[in-house]
Every structure is written in C-alpha cells, then in structure tokens.
C-alpha cells in the first residue's frame, strides 16, 4: 500500500489511450473507498473503470480492446491468471496492479500466479513510516483479522521488514497482555 501502483497504472493507461488505443480498465465492484467506477490513487488522480463482481466478466467486457487494465487484482478469484494470460495470448496488452502479500506478510490471492506468468514485473514499494527504507509490508494497525479490509492510513501503514516484524512482536505481545486482561 501507499507505493503508487495505483498511480502507475493510471499513468500506463492514459498513455495507452494518448497513442489512441482502445482501453478499458477494470476494478473489483467491492473496492468503492474513493468512487464507485473511478480507479483512484492516493493522490487522487483518477480514471474511469468498470466494476466487475468476477475476472470472468472482464474477459467478455474487454472485447475489442487493445489495452485492459485491472486494478487490486488481489481481491479477484483464481480465474483472474487464465483470463489475463487468454486475454494477453489474443493481443491485447494486459497491465495488472495489485499487492502481493496481504497483511500477515503472505502471498495475497492469485497475485503469485499473476506475476509468475507476467512478461514483465515491476515492483513498487512505500516508503516505510518507521525507518525510511523501502516498505515491502502493510502492517494492519486495526485490530480486524478478515483477510479483506479496504482502508488507508488509519488501518495500514506501511514498514520495512524489521519494523513490520517489530510491529508484530508488539501487537502480539499487547494482544496477549488484553487477553490476560480479560480472563482475570
């Protein structure tokens, strides 16, 4: 989070579209935290997208195109890899955004099998509020475990991996002293 993916895809996709090539950008219909079918950066740069409840969907929609863009491609299904690599293998340039660990620090849905197939990778990174180096992890300050909570700051911040693995030793080490403290 906060590594301008969002922000990179936007500037892919409007350049797709100043070369006059027929784009369409795709978003899962859960994601609304800025607009319902805007893709929306932090910074608030924007472009409008199709909300799409499965991948299935995109690969019907996206007929036509020369250039798809799918933003927070963690939260689709599994089936999101075969509509990509089908819709790649037809011609149509496919520029994917997405995390790619989720909060715990794990593989996030079909991220892994996205950038294994991908012709090209490019990884962004945060920088991290603790320390100033490159932030490879969203550490979750909200104390909610659902693997999906669409936030910002106030539920993620962005660390490097010694502070994300600080961070987590005192969440759990205050999770357990709140725990002690219920029981008593």
Do not use: W
Not at 132 to 137: D, E, F, H, S, V
């Amino acid at each position: 989070m906060f590594s301008g993916k969002t922000e990179e895809l936007i500037r892919r996709l409007n350049r797709a579209k100043f070369a006059r090539q027929k784009v369409e950008i795709f978003k899962p219909a859960i994601e609304t935290r800025y607009h319902e079918e805007m893709v929306v950066s932090h910074d608030a740069n924007q472009i409008r997208s199709t909300p799409v409840t499965s991948s299935a969907m995109m690969k019907l929609l996206a007929q036509g195109c020369d250039v798809v863009g799918i933003d927070e491609a963690q939260f689709f299904d599994d089936e999101i890899v075969t509509v990509c690599n089908d819709l790649a293998n037809s011609g149509i340039r496919v520029i994917v955004a997405g995390l790619d660990m989720d909060f715990k620090g794990n593989p996030f849905g079909p991220m892994p099998a996205l950038m294994a197939t991908a012709e090209y990778v490019t990884k962004v990174h945060a920088v991290c509020t603790r320390t100033g180096n490159l932030a490879n992890y969203s550490f979750r300050k909200a104390n909610n475990d659902n693997l999906v909570l669409l936030g910002e700051t106030e539920e993620y911040e962005p660390l490097s991996r010694a502070a994300y693995y600080a961070a987590m030793r005192n969440s759990t080490a205050s999770k357990g002293n709140e725990d002690k403290a219920e029981s008593l």
